[in-house]
């Protein structure tokens, strides 16, 4: 039977309805278990330089039909988000709220940032914090209690340039390169290259680490999230 030209449009459709209810059942499987749909994900502007591009890296490598929104967020409005359900996964800074899930991602070491014509910038070896009589630019505790807590720890309160704490580490290396004091800051800062900025390492006495954590609600129902959180925890 020769079929009219409506007749083969109706064909046409009702084999595409056919294969779209194929196909329903398997994009539906892959949404569950997590291999497509949208991850949000938030991150310190720190955290950016540490991890940020390997994560991306991994989770467009491994399940490639999930896509990513990304904010950039201190660690204290993350843990608001996180709560609110507001974004899936956070790149934080400890201490982490008892009601969150993480797991550690990355690890480095704190490296003196001094201005380029500071008397210890050109003698290329490691460094004792005693070496610095200059005040030290200091982290807010409000914006960045984690780094603050350490540092001070570290150095002691009363070698702070109280009058300069800051939250961020691009305003801390700016205030470094005006020749306005020192800071400590995370090696994977030095990507940044900040022209009249130094970067020392510390003598092993004085050395510490710092430590940034993937983290999530255990109330979210992200499929997605449920799928890089096995990856991350690999």
């Given at each position: 039977m020769r079929l009219t030209?409506?007749?083969d449009v109706f064909l046409a459709l009702a084999r595409r309805v056919v294969a779209l209810v194929d196909v329903a059942p398997a994009a539906t499987r892959r949404a569950a278990e997590g291999q497509t749909g949208t991850l949000r994900l938030a991150f310190t502007a720190i955290g950016a330089?540490?991890?940020l591009a390997e994560t991306l890296a991994l989770v467009n490598e491994r399940i490639p039909a999930v896509s990513i929104e990304l904010t950039e967020l201190v660690s204290p409005a993350q843990f608001e988000a996180l709560a609110g359900l507001e974004i899936d996964l956070g790149l934080v800074r400890p201490p982490i709220p008892e009601q969150f899930e993480a797991v550690l991602v990355h690890s480095e070491d704190l490296v003196l940032a001094v201005p380029q014509d500071h008397p210890l910038a050109g003698e290329g070896r490691p460094v004792a914090l005693a070496d610095v009589t200059a005040d030290y630019i200091?982290?807010?505790p409000e914006g960045s209690r984690y780094l603050h807590d350490i540092c001070a720890?570290?150095?002691g309160m009363n070698r702070f340039a109280v009058s300069q704490l800051v939250s961020?580490?691009?305003?801390?290396?700016?205030?470094v390169r005006a020749g306005l004091g020192c800071a400590l800051v995370p090696r994977s800062i030095m990507g940044m290259g900040v022209a009249g900025v130094r970067y020392?390492?510390?003598v092993a006495a004085d050395s510490?680490?710092?430590t940034l954590h993937a983290c999530w609600s255990p109330d979210n129902p992200n499929p997605?999230?449920?799928r890089v959180v096995e990856l991350l925890r690999r």
């Amino acid at each position: 039977m020769r079929l009219t030209p409506a007749g083969d449009v109706f064909l046409a459709l009702a084999r595409r309805v056919v294969a779209l209810v194929d196909v329903a059942p398997a994009a539906t499987r892959r949404a569950a278990e997590g291999q497509t749909g949208t991850l949000r994900l938030a991150f310190t502007a720190i955290g950016a330089y540490a991890v940020l591009a390997e994560t991306l890296a991994l989770v467009n490598e491994r399940i490639p039909a999930v896509s990513i929104e990304l904010t950039e967020l201190v660690s204290p409005a993350q843990f608001e988000a996180l709560a609110g359900l507001e974004i899936d996964l956070g790149l934080v800074r400890p201490p982490i709220p008892e009601q969150f899930e993480a797991v550690l991602v990355h690890s480095e070491d704190l490296v003196l940032a001094v201005p380029q014509d500071h008397p210890l910038a050109g003698e290329g070896r490691p460094v004792a914090l005693a070496d610095v009589t200059a005040d030290y630019i200091g982290y807010s505790p409000e914006g960045s209690r984690y780094l603050h807590d350490i540092c001070a720890a570290m150095i002691g309160m009363n070698r702070f340039a109280v009058s300069q704490l800051v939250s961020q580490v691009p305003t801390m290396l700016a205030l470094v390169r005006a020749g306005l004091g020192c800071a400590l800051v995370p090696r994977s800062i030095m990507g940044m290259g900040v022209a009249g900025v130094r970067y020392l390492e510390l003598v092993a006495a004085d050395s510490q680490s710092v430590t940034l954590h993937a983290c999530w609600s255990p109330d979210n129902p992200n499929p997605a999230l449920q799928r890089v959180v096995e990856l991350l925890r690999r």
